[in-house]
């Protein structure tokens, strides 16, 4: 099984009309500010406030399989591509069948191979969020994965 690629649009469609859920893997902070309009937060890294570096978060596997099962249809974005690319390929080795990585991801980003610009969501106009509904953050998220142990 592969990952699968979408431009922001296309992965718009698909939340809309064939009912994917997006997972955004940004950072609490990054989501907080701006996220695709829907979209549930589950960070692959965590900021430390001890270095203030950003930190693998050791619980992304188990938060995902705490709230998704393994044939849940998952958009996974991030700000331009590489946290979501990571996040995808996990998702893809533990079991999940139907991950679509979102190029572009909130931001946008420059493709490494051809230099042409990948679309984010914002640079395309698609509905942003800025309040978070309680069941969309990676609060709400996570204590499913501690209520479920």
Not at 9 to 21: E, F, I, M, R
Request: aromatic share 8%.
């Amino acid at each position: 099984m592969s990952l699968k690629q979408a431009d922001v649009k296309t992965a718009y469609k698909l939340q809309s009309d064939a009912d994917y859920t997006y997972i955004d893997v940004r950072s609490i902070r990054e989501f907080e500010n701006g996220h695709p309009a829907g979209a549930y937060n589950v960070p692959l890294l965590n900021l430390d406030p001890q270095t203030g570096q950003m930190q693998p978060n050791p619980n992304f596997l188990a938060v995902m399989q705490a709230n998704y099962a393994g044939d849940s249809k998952l958009l996974v974005g991030c700000q331009m591509g590489g946290r979501s690319t990571q996040a995808g390929q996990i998702l893809i080795a533990a079991g999940y069948k139907d991950v679509t990585n979102v190029v572009g991801g909130f931001g946008g980003a420059q493709d490494r191979i051809t230099g042409e610009r990948n679309e984010g969501w914002v640079d395309a106009g698609l509905p942003v969020d800025r309040d978070t509904p309680t069941q969309n953050s990676y609060q709400a998220l996570q204590q499913k994965m501690i209520t479920s142990d």
